[in-house]
């Protein structure tokens, strides 16, 4: 029994030292103001995502958005260095990597 009062023990002070630590942090208000962001970003996005891209700088910003959403940079791209299996995924990184090269031959 006193061995589970002292993990108990433990576990308190610990939790009390952490609920300090997060008061002193502020987590609280820096959590609103991240999903504020996020709730901006999400607009953003959707306004991109629902704009109809007509020129290569519209494909590009959309091929942009669309890797920073999935968390790829562009050099990921390559299928030469990169393995996954066939896939709508697939697909679409081929058609962001071509049309990313497509700008950069534009410019």
């Not at 997060?22 to 609280?28: G, N």
Request: aromatic letters at 4%.
């Amino acid at each position: 029994m006193r061995r589970a009062e002292e993990i108990i023990a433990a576990h308190d002070a610990w939790r009390a030292e952490l609920d300090a630590l997060k008061a002193s942090l502020d987590l609280d208000g820096l959590e609103v103001r991240l999903e504020e962001v996020h709730g901006r970003l999400a607009a953003l996005e959707d306004r991109i995502m629902t704009a109809r891209a007509s020129t290569l700088e519209g494909f590009t910003l959309k091929a942009r958005v669309a890797l920073w959403h999935e968390g790829e940079e562009e050099e990921h791209l390559d299928p030469a260095t990169r393995t996954y299996a066939c896939s709508a995924g697939m697909f679409g990184a081929s058609i962001m990597r071509d049309l990313l090269a497509l700008d950069r031959r534009e410019a």
